[in-house]
């Protein structure tokens, strides 16, 4: 599998620009090239640049696999990845042009619209949240509820949709107010590790595959689990969607060819997903440089594989729990029906469902 000897300008730019390697390579020095799999690729006629929050996110998989597997290609497009510090960085970038499309949780897309942004979902790389909330076993060892993190740390990557729903939710159903609980927002997933395992954090919550190297090494205990349909019905009280591919409405209005080659590269990920063994994700992910060793990407795969086995498709269901979630946190977030079926399109996924039988 072939890299490029240099990287070009604009790598250099963003690798340089205070994200650190580890988030920018996840996603530019892994999203740079495609794997070599012998099937003649169409020249991209078309190109958009992808806004991502940097760092390897599990519910990103399906947009990282359609790159590696060379999808987007096949659908005549060249996707630039923009890596973002945060979900409320890249509503800005999107706001400001820079980008054309940002990958973020669903319920970041409802709260966008619920300030006024003309923006819609149009397809959904994850039907379900993938965050974890778990405490360390080093300060919280006689942990029973989540009553006894009254007083103590949690610690995040990045301030995102997923996150704080979690962590409102769980705090709402045990009774703990904001100003009990101590949400410190990272920004690099290592840091997050050291501090847990230094003891300077009592919990964390994330979307991230250090999670099941942690769980499996003992040093976090999973309390709440949204990487499953099960897992997240039991937090939520319903499906709750996870990441989605959003743009504005002029965008996709004008540019629907486009928008049906994203989700025809996504949802053919999700079906290649859905039978890919260990080895195949290794291969498929090999020229990848993650923020994590590759065995244990591939093991937090395997927790979280549940959450793949959509079709690109946002349920109904899966939109009104995430509104009900958006203004249980803040009265002020919230939309009719009919507004709330205006921040998403399932056109483009069901076009692509059909047409690869997922």
Not at 113 to 131: E, H
Not at 135 to 159: C, E, I, K, N
Not at 218 to 225: F, I
């Amino acid at each position: 599998m072939s890299r490029p000897d240099a990287p070009c300008p604009q790598r250099r730019s963003l690798l340089t620009s205070g994200l650190g390697w580890g988030a920018a390579a996840t996603l530019l020095g892994g999203l740079s090239w495609l794997p070599a799999t012998g099937a003649v690729r169409p020249s991209a006629d078309r190109s958009v640049v992808l806004g991502v929050p940097a760092g390897a996110f599990m519910s990103h998989l399906p947009l990282l696999l359609a790159h590696e597997l060379g999808y987007f290609r096949a659908e005549g497009l060249l996707l630039n990845w923009l890596p973002l510090e945060s979900e409320a960085a890249g509503s800005a970038a999107l706001s400001r042009g820079e980008v054309q499309m940002l990958v973020c949780d669903f319920a970041h897309t409802l709260a966008d619209s619920a300030q006024g942004a003309d923006i819609k979902a149009f397809v959904a790389p994850s039907r379900t949240p993938q965050m974890v909330f778990g405490v360390s076993p080093r300060t919280m060892a006689a942990y029973r509820q989540f009553t006894d993190l009254r007083g103590r740390r949690v610690a995040t990557v990045l301030p995102s949709a997923g996150s704080q729903l979690l962590i409102h939710r769980l705090m709402q159903d045990a009774g703990v107010t904001e100003t009990e609980l101590a949400v410190v927002n990272l920004g690099q997933p290592q840091a997050v590790v050291e501090q847990v395992r230094r003891g300077s954090m009592d919990a964390l919550c994330v979307d991230h595959a250090m999670v099941a190297a942690l769980e499996h090494r003992g040093e976090v205990r999973v309390v709440a689990d949204t990487r499953t349909l099960k897992g997240a019905n039991e937090v939520f009280g319903g499906p709750m969607p996870g990441a989605v591919v959003c743009a504005k409405s002029a965008f996709i209005q004008k540019e629907p060819e486009t928008c049906q080659a994203v989700a025809a590269a996504v949802v053919r990920a999700l079906k290649w997903l859905r039978t890919a063994g260990p080895s195949d994700l290794v291969r498929a992910l090999s020229s990848v440089n993650l923020d994590v060793d590759l065995v244990n990407y591939v093991a937090a795969l395997e927790k979280s594989r549940d959450g793949f086995m959509g079709d690109g498709v946002l349920p109904d269901a899966a939109a009104a729990t995430a509104l009900a979630a958006l203004a249980r946190k803040d009265a002020r977030l919230t939309l009719p029906r009919r507004q709330l079926s205006a921040t998403y399109t399932n056109d483009f996924a069901l076009k692509a469902k059909a047409r690869f039988r997922v």
